[in-house]
């Protein structure tokens, strides 16, 4: 096995931040030393200086190949690893699908076997549970038997992946007994698809009443409804891409009465508002669900806030990508959608810029400290998916998945940089500062600047714990 030595930078992980040299052998970290205090050699040494050394992102929501609204994510595992890797995450957690009338254990051995050699960076997988009967209760055992402890249910799309109030009190009863946590999407599907259905009548087809439909209080009816079947139920539940202050506040509500609620939110919600849906069909770019929220209701703000006072607690991406033109292989994606918003394929890509956006607006924008964004974009991703303290911290005994960070760094975002397999970037322009310069993945660089170093298959699949919070 070989060694490898990180010297010179400051490692900052949730809870320290160090002057100090990392010395890794094989795919661990064996030690840490204060800089320079150490006459350790490695096989090979990284010189860190004047960079941040930190965990490498664990991104817990992405769609590899999902198909979706009559076609695929246009991600594969392999490109949206790689690009995941650029973009400083180092690990993800993809939601394997169980199809209406299928098997879950099928639709998780399906997913094993699209990603399983090609991964470029470490997974895991949650199961979408999307027909809740006795046979898929069972399989949650069998599930949680293989490293999948997390379900993700949908209040939402009726007809696709939707669940019953009463399929949902089943799921969270069988989750609490075996300590599984609950993903949710929490939208009320059945009454957006009566003002869709409205909507398209009045001749509304444009992008932008995709985001209209969807309201922000329907979103916080859903989380409402959601935390109380998980009180009834004794679940733990975590309510994904949180984009509505309504929701927000009934996750704050449930969390003060104790309860094991937690949510996530997303780089989109925390950037976008209603203008970026409002460009005619180029709207549809951004067009994803729950959607993009008016900025002058305070949605987005709230979301900052809920991330500095851990009211929220994760950013994940829910990249979900289509291609804005017709695609050569994967045909025509978001313009499945023109004349009529509701066949719009519903997506974004984000796991590439997340760690950079992220910082950028939590660091450099509203001041959170470095540890706060490594909890956020790491640490508490980790604890919360049965995955720490392999992954998400650095100290002895961790694998080394690591970030060298340049926090002066100035670059700009662009579709001409970005490594995930679609026409356009959603940040296209922006100017941040803080930049990925070289990943390293169980020990091994994979990327340097702008090399990849890695290659198909280097990741594996991760057996998840159960969750380290609540429950
Ligand atoms: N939302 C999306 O925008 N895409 C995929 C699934 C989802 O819930
Ligand atoms: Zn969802
Ligand atoms: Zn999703």
Known sequence: MSTTLIKGGTVI?????????????????????????????????????DKYVLPGGID????????????????????????????????IIDFAVQAKGGSAMEGYEAWRAKADGN????????????????????????????GVTSFKLFMAYPGVFYSTDGEILRAMQKAAEIGATICMHAENGIAIDVYVEQA???????????????????????????????ELTGARLYIVHMSAKEALEEVKAARDRGL????????????????????????????????????????QEALWKGLATNDLQVVSTDHCPFCFDEHPELGIQKKLGLGDFSKIPNGMPGVEP????????????????????????????????????????IAPG????????????????????????????????LEVTGKVETVLSR??????????????????????????YGG
């Open 354 to 393: 997340r760690f950079e956006v992220t910082y950028q607006g939590a660091v450099n924008q509203r001041g959170f400290s470095v540890n706060r964004f490594v909890e956020i974009v790491a640490t508490t991703p980790a604890k919360l998916f049965g995955l720490f303290p392999k992954k998400g911290t």
């Open 200 to 230: 398209l009548k009045r001749g509304e087809t444009d992008p932008i009443h995709h985001a209209l439909v969807r309201k922000s209080l329907l979103e916080g009816e859903a989380a409402h409804r959601a935390i109380v079947l998980a």
């Open 60 to 91: 817990v929501h992405t769609h590899m190949e999902l198909p979706f609204g009559g076609t695929f994510a246009s991600d594969n595992f392999e490109t949206g690893t790689r690009a995941a890797a650029f973009g400083g995450t180092t690990t």
């Open 260 to 299: 094991p609620i937690f949510a996530e939110t997303c780089p989109q919600y925390l950037y976008f508002g209603l203008e970026e849906m409002g460009n005619g069909f180029e709207g549809a770019k951004y067009v994803c669900s729950p959607p993009m929220r008016d900025r002058a209701a305070g949605h």
């Open 13 to 49: 992980t949730a809870t320290e931040t160090m002057d100090a040299d990392v010395l890794i052998d094989g795919e661990k970290v064996v030690a840490l030393a204060a800089r320079g205090s150490q006459k350790w050699k490695g096989d090979k040494e990284i010189d860190a200086k």
């Open 443 to 468: 020990g091994r660089v994979i990327v340097d600047g702008s090399d990849y170093l890695g290659k198909p298959g280097d990741g594996v699949f991760l057996k998840r714990g159960v969750s380290g």
């Open 119 to 146: 991964v470029a960076i470490d997974y895991g997988l949650h199961m979408i549970t999307g027909d809740i009967n006795e046979q898929t209760l069972k399989e949650m055992d069998a599930l949680m038997g293989e």
């Open 398 to 429: 961790t694998d080394a998945d690591i970030v060298i960070f340049d926090p002066k760094k100035k670059h700009t975002i662009s579709v001409k940089n970005q490594h995930m397999r679609v026409d356009y970037s959603a940040y296209e322009g």
